[in-house]
């Protein structure tokens, strides 16, 4: 077991220099090797060269296959990505249950075609639709339905991706 994870750091740890030397194939592989560790990612997840995995994102190791992510999806730097909480052990230890360790193990899922932001946090059981843009530093729990934009801690729904891509584009104050 020690020497499957310590194949698993050196893989990540050149996929991560790949990035800098050669971003295509980085971004080729990257999702391969998410595969290999049990992240819930399809075969086309790179169709259209439209998906984009950040090395930063931290994924949580405590069963990875409980993270599934949808194609065309891009997560910005520094998100994390928890399917455990341990803060269960805590109130159960203060109220002196004779419970050791309880915690919450719980999937998240991120549907086809999303934005995370820079340094949102995906919490144990957030469910986020297709077309979705999560704001930079938001904390997500729950369901974020299909076509949202969600911003705030916790998440908030402050608008539908559609409408929000049409003012942009009838506004024209974007760069191509």
């Not at 050149?14 to 990035?19: C, E, F, N, P, V």
């Not at 075969?43 to 992510?69: A, R």
């Not at 820079?118 to 059981?125: E, F, T």
Request: with cysteine; hydrophobic share 40%.
């Amino acid at each position: 077991m020690r020497i499957r994870k310590i194949v698993q750091i050196i893989q990540r740890f050149l996929i991560k220099k790949l990035r800098v030397l050669w971003q295509d194939k980085y971004k080729e592989i990257y999702p391969v090797y998410l595969r290999k560790i049990g992240v819930n990612i399809p075969n086309d997840y790179y169709e259209n060269n439209m998906g984009y995995i950040d090395p930063s994102v931290h994924f949580d190791g405590s069963d990875y296959s409980l993270i599934s992510i949808g194609k065309n999806t891009t997560i910005s730097r520094d998100v994390l990505i928890l399917t455990h909480d341990f803060s269960l052990a805590k109130g159960f230890q203060l109220i002196k249950a004779p419970i050791k360790n309880a915690h919450f193990l719980k999937p998240v899922i991120i549907g086809e075609n999303c934005f995370i932001g820079a340094r949102a946090v995906l919490l144990p059981g957030a469910t986020i639709g297709n077309n979705c843009i999560v704001g930079a530093g938001s904390v997500v729990r729950g369901e974020v339905p299909s076509g949202s934009i969600v911003t705030g801690n916790p998440a908030k729904v402050v608008r539908e991706t559609e409408e929000w891509a049409n003012y942009h584009l009838n506004k024209q104050d974007y760069i191509q």
